[in-house]
């Protein structure tokens, strides 16, 4: 698991799995569009709607949970990075939400 920025993530988005790990009241503020949203207490039970071929970019508020479920990822096989600053960083920078 590599922790990648948020020009990083931005760059990659359209050809990776980016994956909000948030709880829904925090999603409703907006999320990273094209993001699948999955929280990270149902990531278990929803683990087949990831495909394990596209890696995947895990997003929180800040990047602890999103940090926790790369390496969950990683550890079932899946290539997954976190995004540094999380949600909190995306929309400091003033980059799109949906």
């Known amino acids: 698991m590599a922790e990648i920025t948020i020009t990083e993530t931005d ?4 050809t990776d799995n980016v994956l909000d790990v948030r709880e829904d009241f925090e999603v409703a503020e907006g999320m990273i ?5 999955i929280p990270m207490g149902q990531l278990q039970a929803r683990l087949g709607e990831l495909d ?11 990047g602890n949970r999103s940090a926790a479920v790369a390496d969950a990822l990683s550890g079932a096989g899946y290539k997954a990075d ?3 600053g999380g949600m909190t960083a995306w929309a400091r920078a003033g980059l799109p939400t949906t």
């Open 11 to 14: 760059q990659r988005r359209a």
């Open 33 to 37: 569009p094209g993001a699948l949203h």
């Open 52 to 62: 394990p071929a596209v890696p995947v970019i895990a997003v929180c508020r800040s």
């Open 82 to 84: 976190t995004m540094a």
